[in-house]
């Protein structure tokens, strides 16, 4: 029976007035990876922060390796790894006096362990030829494998990545979560906050917060699939304009835009007719209409609109 690194239930933090975490309840198996996604200000940094120790919920409880961490923040910081947008490395010292100095913090390792543990991060993460390098050298990219190493030196099996992969480009996001991947077949679990949606995908479960509250819980798969109606695709000359003439009409359900093209939800694949001639008439019509997969990005905006709509 697989085990739960992580238990949520009821979760709640304010500050005065605000409410920035609602009654947020989820758990993480053991060697899943659990996306938190939602826009700035939905609560994804402060439940992290909860969950590691920082900060104290007001009500709900939350357990991290079978400990509470309102009654034993303590044991719990002891046992996770964390690493942030903002990197915690030392930029006077080299990659492995990084390394090092991490796996020293943890008083169960000798130094024979800590230098072969060293080792072996540096070459998990490709830089053992750079071992001898100055942090402050360093592209984005290496600091962000550096950052990886260093929250992974102690072998925690809990692992939290807040907005981890923001300012590096795409091939060093795509190396980077090949390393997560990895981690999570060691059975370590991951609960990851991104605005990238194409790094979702990478996870097992997404929880898609908005305003404090967990608005969506399911698999990738399972969020694109609850889109209602039909996603159209349409390519048109000016999006902005031609989603002004669409949003009042009945069978249109959602429409965001997408670069140079327009994505529109109908209520049924025949409305696809009904917006092609509404296009004609109003002098604006699509180079190309068809129906396309919604995409997580198409889901999240979906979601978050009818969020938007209920608060009217």
């Given at each position: 029976?697989?085990?739960?690194?992580?238990?949520?239930?009821?979760?709640?933090?304010?500050?005065?007035?605000?409410?920035?975490?609602?009654?947020?309840?989820?758990?993480?198996?053991?060697?899943?990876?659990?996306?938190?996604?939602?826009?700035?200000?939905?609560?994804?940094?402060?439940?992290?922060?909860?969950?590691?120790?920082?900060?104290?919920?007001?009500?709900?409880?939350?357990?991290?390796?079978?400990?509470?961490?309102?009654?034993?923040?303590?044991?719990?910081?002891?046992?996770?790894?964390?690493?942030?947008?903002?990197?915690?490395?030392?930029?006077?010292?080299?990659?492995?006096?990084?390394?090092?100095?991490?796996?020293?913090?943890?008083?169960?390792?000798?130094?024979?362990q800590r230098r072969m543990r060293v080792d072996e991060m540096l070459e998990r993460v490709d830089l053992t030829d750079m071992q001898k390098s100055l942090?402050?050298?360093?592209?984005?990219?290496?600091?962000?494998?550096?950052?990886?190493?260093?929250?992974?030196?102690?072998?925690?099996?809990?692992?939290?990545?807040?907005?981890?992969?923001?300012?590096?480009?795409?091939?060093?996001?795509?190396?980077?979560?090949?390393?997560?991947?990895?981690?999570?077949?060691?059975?370590?679990?991951?609960?990851?906050?991104?605005?990238?949606?194409?790094?979702?995908?990478?996870?097992?479960?997404?929880?898609?917060?908005?305003?404090?509250?967990?608005?969506?819980?399911?698999?990738?798969?399972?969020?694109?699939?609850?889109?209602?109606?039909?996603?159209?695709?349409?390519?048109?000359?000016?999006?902005?304009?031609?989603?002004?003439?669409?949003?009042?009409?009945?069978?249109?359900?959602?429409?965001?835009?997408?670069?140079?093209?327009?994505?529109?939800?109908?209520?049924?694949?025949?409305?696809?007719?009904?917006?092609?001639?509404?296009?004609?008439?109003?002098?604006?019509?699509?180079?190309?209409?068809?129906?396309?997969?919604?995409?997580?990005?198409?889901?999240?905006?979906?979601?978050?609109?009818?969020?938007?709509?209920?608060?009217?």
């Amino acid at each position: 029976m697989t085990q739960n690194t992580v238990e949520v239930k009821n979760l709640v933090k304010t500050f005065g007035k605000f409410r920035a975490v609602d009654d947020v309840s989820f758990y993480i198996p053991q060697g899943e990876i659990f996306g938190l996604l939602g826009p700035n200000g939905a609560g994804k940094t402060t439940t992290i922060r909860m969950l590691i120790g920082i900060l104290r919920p007001d009500r709900g409880s939350a357990h991290v390796l079978g400990f509470d961490v309102r009654k034993k923040p303590e044991e719990v910081k002891k046992r996770i790894g964390y690493m942030s947008q903002k990197f915690s490395l030392y930029n006077d010292l080299s990659v492995r006096e990084n390394l090092d100095f991490y796996a020293a913090i943890y008083n169960d390792m000798s130094a024979r362990q800590r230098r072969m543990r060293v080792d072996e991060m540096l070459e998990r993460v490709d830089l053992t030829d750079m071992q001898k390098s100055l942090t402050r050298s360093l592209s984005g990219a290496w600091r962000q494998r550096l950052a990886l190493a260093c929250s992974i030196v102690h072998k925690p099996k809990m692992l939290f990545l807040d907005e981890a992969t923001a300012g590096v480009d795409p091939v060093a996001r795509r190396y980077f979560w090949d390393l997560i991947y990895r981690l999570a077949g060691e059975g370590i679990s991951v609960l990851a906050t991104t605005h990238y949606m194409d790094e979702a995908d990478y996870c097992n479960t997404i929880g898609m917060m908005y305003q404090g509250r967990l608005v969506s819980l399911a698999s990738p798969d399972a969020i694109k699939d609850s889109l209602p109606g039909v996603l159209l695709q349409v390519d048109v000359k000016d999006p902005l304009e031609v989603q002004k003439v669409l949003q009042d009409v009945s069978c249109v359900l959602h429409i965001s835009i997408q670069g140079m093209q327009l994505h529109v939800t109908v209520k049924k694949e025949s409305d696809m007719g009904t917006i092609q001639r509404l296009l004609s008439r109003a002098n604006m019509p699509a180079s190309n209409i068809e129906i396309i997969q919604p995409s997580l990005e198409d889901a999240f905006t979906s979601i978050v609109s009818q969020e938007r709509d209920k608060a009217l």
